[in-house]
């Protein structure tokens, strides 16, 4: 590498020790560098590149910085994504690329959601921009079982269920993707599995940035059949099909996960299509705005982030089925979108994703949308929409109208 000043995430300084540098030309030379915070100086690396060594207190990290997403000790293995444990130039360049390798302990095994580097299949690549949010890497005794096209990688601890079974869970909520996406729009990523409390599947969460990963708690309890009835599952892997997005517009990466997800499972047969529209019927009026809503972009809550976005891609989804005569409808915008490189490996920015998928169906739909809810409470009539699609709640039940106006187009939404 060649960089005079390297940098840790901060909160993860107090970890790192006895760095050191020397030329990779001539005879090793190992020069100590100098510390100023989490900021590291190199004078060895100041003339040309140089080779890095350093200590890297992990475990101890892990147990007291106890985040997920920074480093996090989870019984045996050691949760902790590459910008936690890497030395790295500042970001100033964010194109820069850094290429690492691990090699690991007897009995220890690594695993990451970054991309392999095209170049050294034993290493990976990520730029400097994606190191910052870069997908889960996980340290430990795993067991790892390649899954065509994500690796499986269980942490050990007591749990009811087996390996085959975890497996066939994650093989049908990859399934359920492909169902609605056509393919799984990203290539090589993780799901890890680890141990939990309780007998049912506890909580998912993915992170990506150059790659991507899915952490789910399975409970050391949880049986076959709360496999049956998770949907936390679908749901993460879903948030891997579309764009990173900046954080005012989180709802769109909550909103197309919370709306996509029952209506891909329904395509397998995992929901009946009544289920998969109880849950929207149900949950949709939480995402209403309120007194004092400022849209989508400037309204923060759950309702809103969850909910709201759901609306705005059910309000979507149907639009785009009546302009376009039922030849599209939201997931041929979604699959749009993939097919220009947009998954959640990326960063774009919103107007970028929304015209993208337009752009795949033909009609304006997600543009207009967005500028009518973005930056504005917006307004939907739910009871309204039930009627025209001919969805009836009643007693706690979902029956249909098939003679409502737009009968077809609900049929269409949970049809394969």
């Known amino acids: 590498m060649r960089a005079e000043?390297?940098?840790?995430?901060?909160?993860?300084?107090?970890?790192?020790?006895?760095?050191?540098?020397?030329?990779?030309?001539?005879?090793?030379r190992w020069s100590p560098a100098t510390r100023a915070g989490r900021t590291f100086v190199l004078a060895a690396c100041a003339a040309g590149p140089c080779r890095l060594r350093y200590r890297y207190a992990?475990?101890?990290?892990?147990r007291r910085i106890d985040e997920l997403e920074v480093a996090s000790e989870e019984r045996e293995v050691i949760v902790a994504p590459p910008s936690t444990w890497l030395l790295t130039p500042p970001r100033r360049d964010e194109a820069a690329r850094v290429r690492f390798r691990v090699e690991s302990a007897a009995g220890t095994t690594f695993v990451t959601g970054v991309y392999r580097s095209r170049e050294a299949p034993d290493a990976w690549d990520i730029t400097l921009a994606d190191?910052?949010?870069s997908p889960y890497s996980v340290f430990g005794p795993l067991r790892v079982t390649k899954m065509g096209n994500f690796e499986l990688a269980i942490a050990p601890g007591k749990m009811a269920l087996t390996d085959a079974q975890i497996a066939a869970w994650a093989k049908r909520a990859e399934a359920a993707v492909v169902a609605y996406y056509g393919t799984?729009?990203?290539?090589?990523?993780l799901l890890v599995v680890v141990p939990g409390r309780g007998r049912w599947i506890g909580e998912g969460k993915t992170l990506s940035g150059g790659g991507g990963a899915v952490f789910m708690r399975v409970g050391e309890a949880a049986t076959a059949i709360a496999l049956e009835?998770?949907?936390?599952?679908?749901?993460e892997m879903t948030h891997l099909t579309f764009p990173t997005v900046a954080r005012a517009?989180?709802?769109?990466?909550?909103?197309v996960a919370t709306y996509v997800e029952p209506f891909a499972r329904a395509r397998i047969g995992w929901l009946t299509a009544e289920e998969a529209w109880k849950g929207l019927v149900l949950g949709a009026p939480n995402g209403l705005p309120r007194a004092g809503d400022e849209g989508l972009d400037r309204t923060h809550t759950w309702g809103r982030t969850y909910w709201g976005g759901a609306i705005f891609f059910l309000s979507a989804d149907?639009?785009?089925?009546?302009?376009?005569?039922?030849?599209?409808?939201?997931?041929?915008?979604?699959?749009?979108?993939?097919?220009?490189?947009?998954?959640?490996?990326?960063?774009?920015?919103?107007?970028?994703?929304?015209?993208?998928?337009?752009?795949?169906?033909?009609?304006?739909?997600?543009t207009e949308l967005y500028a009518k809810m973005g930056s504005?409470?917006?307004?939907?009539?739910?009871?309204?929409?039930w009627r025209d699609l001919g969805v009836i709640h009643r007693d706690g039940k979902i029956t249909f109208d098939d003679t409502a106006p737009s009968a077809t187009i609900r049929r269409a939404i949970t049809t394969p």
Request: glycine content about 10%; proline content about 6%.
């Open 249 to 255: 517009h989180h709802w769109a990466e909550e909103g």
């Open 5 to 28: 000043t390297l940098e840790v995430e901060d909160g993860a300084e107090p970890y790192v020790s006895a760095v050191e540098a020397t030329p990779l030309t001539g005879l090793e």
């Open 58 to 62: 992990l475990r101890e990290a892990a």
């Open 318 to 366: 149907v639009e785009i089925r009546k302009r376009t005569h039922g030849r599209y409808g939201l997931e041929h915008a979604l699959r749009g979108i993939n097919a220009a490189g947009g998954t959640n490996a990326v960063r774009w920015p919103i107007a970028k994703a929304l015209a993208t998928g337009d752009e795949a169906v033909g009609v304006p739909v997600l």
């Open 229 to 235: 009835r998770d949907w936390v599952l679908t749901h």
């Open 184 to 189: 799984f729009p990203l290539k090589d990523w």
């Open 376 to 385: 504005a409470p917006g307004t939907i009539d739910l009871p309204a929409l």
């Open 131 to 133: 190191l910052w949010s």
